[in-house]
């Protein structure tokens, strides 16, 4: 099945984007989401263009030592080996400096052999004092001036870089806040020579009719905050005024969520829970839901897209097909995962010269090393944990994550980890995976038994890491939070974590982490694995059928982009 909307282009603007494991321009799920956004939009043939920084070192590469502790450094990587350089360049103004970009440009194709041209911007230029070449260098790096002169390039300079390519975008889709100051071009450009004080509703109206935002943080750090004097400093006395104009400038800071809720007609959180704490987080805007989704195809093993060609042909271009993943035969589904597992344990030992055990019960947790997603929670009572494990049946766990250079307390959480680990040593097996990346995401998420999610509710907004497991049949033991209030089904597509209580427990929910191991989910796995794999089964059938960039950009088609056109758009049988 194909999707032909409307021939606008919509220019899709994410601070990263997760485009090949070779271009490290992402840090984690903000940008893979991004990526599997726009390579659904190449299969649906939607006219999509992408636009991020180039991020010449990268996120970074994360180093561990036998202790956890994490250091850093720069990745490696030629962009004029793997892009194709564009001519067009645009410009931008930073503290009365003329700042030249340049762009590259990356093609994701879709199934369908439809094209959606990414542009990644580059300050990397001659004729740019030092410091500004260095603006497109490092995701989420420096200090608060450097992040908000990045935003200037991403938003202003990729919206100008869109003219200079003659690709005039009809709408403009802001991938999280890092892009909300495409909307100040746009009200210039709306103004077309009057003056700040002369903007009006009208004006503003004709900005937001353009503008599409979606918010993936309920966490206050991840909204962007700059004071006034920074502002004033970096875009000039004008371009304030004319934010100031437009009513999105308060408290004596410019927030970018602030702006973008401001200047945006459709606003939408990633999940139905999303959506009701980012209402209470900003009651003034209404705010929809579109609930994330991962690209079946990227995130599906090869062993289990060699069963789905065999005996769901339709899958890849059509991913609702999956729902008939109920009709596979247990055995089949078991034999997909076991090579899944055999792929991940040799990737590990590779990475960690470790050798995991394909009979003992594996449990992945592989997430942003961040205090709020409690990564060490099944840790809380190490002595339970390996008494479940020696007398209900052995226990295998894998850990990955990367903990951002600033956090010291995500940082710790790794330590603490480790220190879990040396404690369990000949009782349950540990290991850290070290630079967690999409190559290696993609063999843990497919060769674990059980995907554990246990972040401090409600602080989850989607979480897209056991979406993808459930295409690999790996159901999910999870809090209710975000989509997985969605896509559990007690028992059948995997496991809760507590109840739907608005807040979270740090004892009670490592009681129930231990509860469920030790009462069903480990007695299943040993005594009745064949019950077991009709779980696995339904978390393909159910959640994999729904939970995916397929069904999410065409809600975002539909709902968001072109509403009303909606009745007329086709749908054409593959």
């Avoid at 991962?294 to 090869?302: C, G, K, L, Q, R």
């Avoid at 907004?461 to 790996?474: F, P, R």
């Avoid at 969605?486 to 231990?514: C, L």
């Avoid at 959640?543 to 539909?558: K, L």
Wanted: aromatic letters at 8%; one cysteine or more; glycine letters at 8%.
């Amino acid at each position: 099945m194909s999707l032909v909307p409307s021939k606008t282009t919509v220019a899709y603007f994410s601070m990263e984007i997760a485009l090949d494991k070779a271009i490290p321009t992402y840090s984690g799920g903000l940008g893979v989401l991004a990526g599997d956004t726009l390579r659904s939009a190449a299969d649906l043939a939607v006219s999509v263009v992408g636009i991020t920084l180039l991020h010449r070192k990268g996120y970074f590469e994360q180093h561990l030592d036998a202790e956890g502790n994490q250091t850093e450094s720069p990745v490696v990587w030629r962009p004029e080996e793997i892009l194709e350089p564009v001519d067009a360049q645009s410009a931008v103004m930073i503290e009365g400096r003329r700042v030249a970009i340049r762009a590259w440009k990356f093609p994701v194709r879709g199934v369908t052999g439809h094209e959606v041209p990414v542009y990644l911007l580059d300050t990397q230029l001659p004729e740019n004092s030092e410091w500004d070449r260095t603006l497109t260098d490092c995701l989420y790096g420096g200090d608060s001036r450097y992040r908000l002169c990045q935003e200037v390039v991403l938003g202003m300079g990729g919206a100008a870089l869109l003219r200079a390519l003659n690709c005039p975008a009809e709408l403009y889709h802001l991938n999280e806040g890092h892009s909300a100051l495409l909307t100040l071009c746009l009200l210039d450009w709306q103004l077309d020579g009057r003056k700040p004080f002369e903007l009006d509703e009208g004006d503003i109206e004709a900005v937001r009719s353009r503008c599409v935002f979606t918010t993936h943080t309920p966490v206050p750090a991840g909204h962007d905050r700059f004071p006034l004097d920074m502002v004033r400093s970096v875009l000039g006395e004008d371009q304030l005024a004319l934010l100031d104009a437009a009513h999105c400038v308060g408290d004596g800071v410019l927030n970018m969520t602030h702006v973008a809720l401001r200047l945006a007609r459709f606003v939408n959180g990633v999940a139905m829970k999303h959506r009701e704490v980012s209402q209470g987080m900003f009651p003034n805007f209404p705010i929809d839901a579109i609930t994330n989704g991962v690209h079946a195809a990227t995130w599906t093993s090869p062993s289990f897209q060699a069963l789905f060609d065999r005996r769901i042909p339709e899958w890849r271009t059509d991913n609702l097909y999956l729902r008939y993943a109920v009709g596979v035969p247990l055995q089949e589904i078991r034999a997909a995962h076991a090579e899944a597992k055999k792929a991940m344990i040799a990737a590990i030992e590779r990475r960690n010269h470790v050798t995991l055990d394909p009979k003992v019960f594996t449990i992945g947790f592989a997430r942003r090393a961040t205090p709020y997603k409690r990564a060490d929670l099944v840790f809380a009572d190490p002595t339970r944990l390996a008494e479940i494990a020696s007398s209900v049946g052995p226990i295998q766990i894998v850990f990955g994550g990367k903990a951002h250079p600033n956090d010291a307390g995500g940082q710790d959480l790794i330590r603490r980890i480790h220190h879990a680990a040396a404690s369990l040593a000949g009782q349950v097996t540990v290991v850290y995976v070290e630079n967690y990346e999409m190559e290696i995401a993609g063999q843990i998420v497919a060769g674990v038994d059980l995907w554990l999610n246990n972040p401090m509710k409600p602080l989850e907004a989607s979480g897209t890491s056991g979406m993808k497991a459930a295409l690999n049949g790996v159901p999910s033991l999870s809090v209710l939070d975000g989509w997985w209030i969605e896509g559990h089904v007690e028992g059948i597509t995997g496991w809760s974590i507590g109840g739907i209580e608005p807040e979270g427990d740090q004892s009670k929910d490592a009681n129930e982490i231990y509860l469920k191991l030790e009462r069903v989910i480990l007695p299943l796995y040993y005594g009745l694995p064949f019950a077991y794999a009709e779980v696995m089964r339904s978390a393909i059938a159910l959640n994999g059928s729904f939970f995916n960039t397929q069904r999410m950009v065409e809600q975002y088609v539909r709902n968001a982009y072109f509403p009303e056109a909606a009745p007329a758009l086709v749908e054409v049988g593959s």
